[in-house]
């Protein structure tokens, strides 16, 4: 099936604004789990590195798992994956209110969460792309926002509420609110070709057609007969056997054998034939499908823009993830006093993150910038934030490198947007899966190899350090491979024959 072409605008709005919200909704406690990661400490008494593990987890998971759901969006739908995954994210939340120790953590709030928010960004970013063209880098950072504002609000809202009902009653409250993403996903209608009829449904009658099945007639055929005439063979005996002993039923089976030996046995014997080809067919189909896949994987990797681009992602999410997560606790650990927090380091870096977003996102559209220099420069930048966090003692020094990491950190709105250029849209899934699984590795390795640094010396000053050399090292190597080959990689690549893996069943949506 192939799709209508992106109208960027009319209903393309609708997807944004509902994005938009579901980012929100199932981002914002994962995000502002710093609040909560400072609660956990206190109530397990667990160290750092062990408790950090629930938080990169819930952001981690779903990044590693991005290949099996950006299958799950091309098999079942935006629409569908959305709704599955708003019960996930809403019941992960509230099966963690009832966690005995860390450990239960790790599953329901690390795993179930962090898998469902998986689905949901891919299926989320995924049919903005499909809506968007001329457009897309700011459609693309209007719904990241989402995340970053999430971030923002859910930071205070969280405090607020352990403060008023608990850990518990606070986990159970942002579950009830996750539940709203059901009504974002009944919205995100599907962009399909008005003049392309849905694919028909395959009946008996139309398998020969469609498979091919009766062109391998001869020895398997004769094979299957003969398995089939061997069990009917003994199955004649076992009758004759009975027979010996019940006299009505031997003049039943003489009244009539053309009917009982003949005709019955002949058409179950065709039908089962039938049925094996079909299933022989269909595995080798399905077998070829997957060869074709680990095939565009591999001519993926021989793209030197794009393995340098999942060794920047992995590096950038090792270095850049954890201060999101810990900053509270650095703030803590530098004896910063509470009176002097005009407002909390994580909303800080929540706000910054979405108006670094929204500019990215737009500074992408413009024809004169070269969005992947753009997104080495915030690599480039951000390491040397990173170096300095050590040096801050003090709420405003922290608040100002918040604001610095926030803002470089939007440049998640333009990832999408270097990988559409690198790969081609109709590669976008594929690829854009596979860098998400490096950047969900670092997201889970980067928050518990900081806090096992200052589990052993006591102090995050080399932990930042080696935070820093890892994104300035993703932004060297990105850019050294950009130099010489950008300019092939903006030509516009042939287009591909459609995959069925990624169409056949997403048709019926």
């Excluded at 008005?194 to 009658?205: F, M, N, T, W």
């Excluded at 990797?301 to 650095?330: H, R, T």
């Excluded at 806090?451 to 820093?468: C, L, P, R």
Aim: hydrophobic fraction near 45%; aromatic fraction near 14%.
């Amino acid at each position: 099936m192939e799709l209508k072409k992106s109208p960027d605008g009319g209903w393309g709005w609708v997807i944004v604004l509902v994005s938009f919200f579901t980012q929100f909704l199932c981002y914002g406690s994962p995000l502002a789990v710093g609040v909560l990661y400072i609660e956990w400490l206190d109530a397990f008494g667990e160290g750092k590195g062990k408790t950090a593990w629930v938080g990169s987890l819930a952001s981690g998971v779903g990044l590693l798992a991005s290949p099996v759901c950006s299958l799950c969006v091309s098999s079942f739908g935006a629409r569908t994956v959305t709704i599955f995954s708003g019960f996930m994210v809403a019941g992960g939340l509230m099966l963690s209110s009832f966690a005995p120790n860390i450990y239960f953590l790790f599953f329901s709030y690390g795993i179930v969460v962090g898998l469902g928010c998986g689905l949901l960004y891919t299926a989320t970013v995924t049919i903005t792309c499909q809506y968007f063209d001329d457009r897309r880098g700011l459609a693309l950072g209007l719904i990241s926002t989402g995340s970053s504002v999430g971030l923002f609000i859910y930071a205070a809202l969280q405090r607020m509420l352990v403060e008023f009902y608990g850990l518990d009653g606070c986990l159970l409250i942002v579950g009830a609110l996750a539940l709203n993403i059901l009504a974002c996903g009944s919205l995100m209608r599907p962009l399909q070709s008005s003049d392309c009829p849905l694919p028909k449904r395959i009946v008996p009658e139309d398998l020969p057609d469609r498979y091919s099945i009766y062109n391998e007639k001869g020895k398997n055929r004769e094979e299957n007969m003969n398995i089939l005439d061997k069990s009917y063979s003994s199955e004649e005996k076992c009758k004759s056997a009975l027979a010996n002993g019940d006299w009505k039923q031997e003049s039943l089976l003489h009244k009539n054998p053309t009917v009982t030996h003949t005709k019955e046995p002949e058409t179950y014997k065709k039908k089962v034939a039938e049925q094996t080809y079909f299933c022989k067919q269909l595995a080798k189909r399905k077998w070829q499908l997957y060869k074709n896949y680990c095939g565009e994987t591999m001519a993926l990797f021989k793209n030197k823009v794009f393995s340098a681009l999942f060794i920047a992602i992995l590096l950038f999410d090792i270095g850049g993830f954890p201060p999101s997560l810990l900053m509270e606790d650095v703030a803590r650990s530098s004896n910063v006093k509470e009176e002097e927090f005009i407002m909390p380091l994580i909303s800080i870096i929540g706000i910054m993150t979405a108006v670094g977003k929204l500019l990215l996102g737009i500074l992408a559209d413009f024809k004169w910038i070269n969005t992947l220099y753009l997104y080495v420069a915030t690599l480039i930048i951000m390491g040397l934030a990173l170096c300095a966090i050590p040096f801050a003692k003090s709420y405003v020094t922290l608040a100002l490198l918040s604001s610095i990491l926030g803002f470089l950190t939007g440049n998640w709105s333009i990832f999408p947007y270097v990988t559409t250029k690198t790969v081609g849209i109709e590669k976008l899934a594929h690829a854009y899966g596979i860098l998400m699984f490096f950047a969900g590795l670092g997201n889970s390795l980067g928050p518990p190899i900081v806090g096992w640094f200052y589990d052993w010396t006591q102090t995050y000053d080399i932990a930042f350090y080696f935070s820093g050399f890892c994104v300035l090292l993703g932004g060297f190597i990105l850019l050294l491979a950009a130099l010489p080959s950008w300019d092939t990689c903006n030509k516009q690549l042939p287009k591909p024959a459609p995959s069925i893996f990624l169409y056949k069943v997403a048709s019926n949506v």
